[in-house]
């Protein structure tokens, strides 16, 4: 199964409505609903439990952060 930011960029890259994307992404991926699950129970911001996340995991989210910020997502 593929890593869900990478589910997420590849929708992305395609532009469009970020809402409609993540909503799509967790149609069709459980392993998104499960990380929303858990940031609503964490009571963090979505910015600081996918920061802490990708800590966890060993990943550098400063190539998406700029690649949202390129297309003006905040």
């Known amino acids: 199964m593929a890593n869900p ?6 929708m992305m890259s395609g532009g469009g409505n970020p809402q409609m994307i993540l909503q799509n992404a967790i149609k069709q991926n459980p392993q998104f609903n499960a990380l929303l699950n858990q940031q609503k129970q964490s009571g963090m ?3 600081q ?7 966890q995991n060993g990943v550098d989210i400063n190539p998406m952060v700029q690649f949202l910020n390129q297309r003006g997502i905040k």
Do not use: D
């Open 49 to 55: 439990f996918v920061r802490q996340l990708a800590q």
């Open 45 to 47: 911001s979505m910015e």
């Open 5 to 10: 930011m990478q589910i997420l960029m590849q």
